[in-house]
């Protein structure tokens, strides 16, 4: 147990391992973990219980914020009861701040991502709702239902504005790029195969459907809204397959029996096809041939259950079974800073903001990460209190060159009721003029 007062409602401990964890008493469950450093020697908690001080028998003194709010990652909860029915738990509208998540009892609840805090709660009176996606003007939010349909909202009114019977429980579903046709993924209990159908966005019958093995496992509109892919995942073996989303022509099928896929997702603006494996693995296919295309990744250890791409195609976030997230360059083929916080026995869903950000979502509540190495350089200043020498640097970007961070003490010697104000960092362009 760390010595010290925690928050009110809050329990501190140190596990067998090393690791710190935070149990929110009234529900008992963990609300953050602290990974811990080599040979952690003792945790202690500062007098206004705001932060945890972790040192280690090698010497090293590292300070953790318990409230969140001088985190570089902003935390925010929306609701005491984790996820209820959900294959996908969050979409993030592409045109707005905006994001739609299941609440944990059947309903949809809208998130406003600029202030952190929920606007309404929709689909209240859908059995088992789960939201798919938004269409690409950001207009109207698809989501669906184990009951077998599709219900359309308007995301200004958030009323509901049309409802297609498909006749099965919706897993998964997308809206084409041009916002027409919806493609969706049904599988009945009791069936060992999922069923892939592309319907008109106003109703009616489906344009095409395609028996896919395996089970449901995702479905995607390629980025020019020209073909759909789809996963058949979890049994024995993996489907992974595309169609000509407008005639329903198969372009290719591959089934495995080893590696399977467990992830699929286009990157922007690419004719390729990511697919994600049991063995860690991102390896990138010709969409409309399924031909492997240059390198795979090793990304994991392990099951990878989520990827997503920025929106100008140049990082990956991976999401594993272990609990890991971890941000990923394409061009360099190297993985971004550390993993992030984890929670055990929690698999996150990490997804992509329109501005870049990284939305990581655990269970009734998430984080949003700034992904440019700008953001990632002052606050390690600002955290630091000095310039960053080339070893601390690199444990933040190893990938980058070393570059000097100055610190601004110009403000620093303004006393106002006996305190210093702020320091402020800001990278240094004359490196005779950083203070050391």
């Known amino acids: 147990m760390a010595s010290g007062s925690p928050p009110d409602g809050q329990l501190i401990g140190v596990t067998i391992h090393g690791d710190v964890y935070i149990w929110d008493i009234a529900s008992g ?14 945790a202690v908690l500062d007098p206004l219980g705001r932060t945890l001080l972790v040192n280690s028998q090698a010497g090293t003194v590292v300070a953790f914020d318990i409230a969140g709010t001088r985190r570089l990652g902003k935390a925010f909860v929306w609701s005491p009861t984790a996820f ?68 359309l909202r308007n995301v200004a009114t958030r009323r509901a504005v049309r409802t297609i019977t498909v006749g099965a429980p919706v897993y998964w579903g997308a809206a084409s790029p041009n916002g027409r046709p919806l493609a969706v993924q049904t599988q009945t209990e009791r069936s060992p195969t999922a069923r892939v159908q592309v319907r008109p966005v106003d109703g009616g019958k489906p344009l095409w459907a395609h028996e896919l093995q395996d089970g449901a496992g995702g479905v995607e509109f390629s980025p020019d809204g020209r073909e759909v892919a789809a996963l058949g995942c979890c049994t024995s073996r993996s489907t992974v397959a595309t169609w000509n989303a407008r005639t329903g022509r198969e372009l ?17 603006g690419s004719r390729l096809l990511a697919v994600a494996t049991e063995d860690g693995q991102v390896l990138f296919w010709d969409a409309r041939s399924g031909v492997p295309v240059g390198q795979a990744l090793h990304v994991s250890t392990g099951n990878i ?28 083929g190297t993985q971004i800073g550390g993993t992030f916080p984890e929670r ?12 870049g950000k990284l939305l990581i979502q655990y269970n009734s509540d998430a984080a949003q990460w700034p992904t440019d190495v700008g953001s990632w350089e002052r606050f390690a200043c600002q955290v630091a209190g000095r310039d960053l020498t080339p070893a601390e640097l690199h444990d933040i970007l190893p990938a980058r060159p070393y570059m000097h961070v100055a610190v601004d003490y110009e403000s620093a010697a303004v006393v106002r009721g006996g305190n210093a104000a702020p320091r402020t960092c800001a990278p240094a362009p004359d490196p005779r003029l950083v203070t050391t």
């Open 29 to 42: 469950s963990i609300v953050n973990t602290i990974p811990a450093p080599p040979a952690l020697a003792a």
């Open 84 to 151: 209820g029915f959900c294959y996908v738990c969050n979409v993030v509208n592409p045109q707005s701040d905006l994001m739609a998540t299941e609440n944990g009892d059947g309903s949809v609840a809208l998130f406003d991502l600029r202030t952190l805090r929920r606007t309404t709660t929709v689909a209240r009176g859908d059995d088992s709702a789960q939201p798919l996606g938004f269409s690409p003007d950001g207009h109207t939010l698809l989501t669906g239902v184990l009951a077998g349909r599709l219900v």
């Open 252 to 268: 290719f099928e591959r089934r495995s029996f080893m590696s399977h896929a467990t992830a699929i997702a286009y990157p922007p």
């Open 305 to 332: 259950v989520q990827i997503s791409f920025s929106p100008d195609g140049t990082m990956m976030v991976v999401a594993s079974k272990d609990g890991s997230t971890t941000l990923w360059d394409l061009r360099a």
């Open 344 to 355: 055990p026995s929690t698999i996150t869903e990490p997804v992509f903001e329109r501005n």
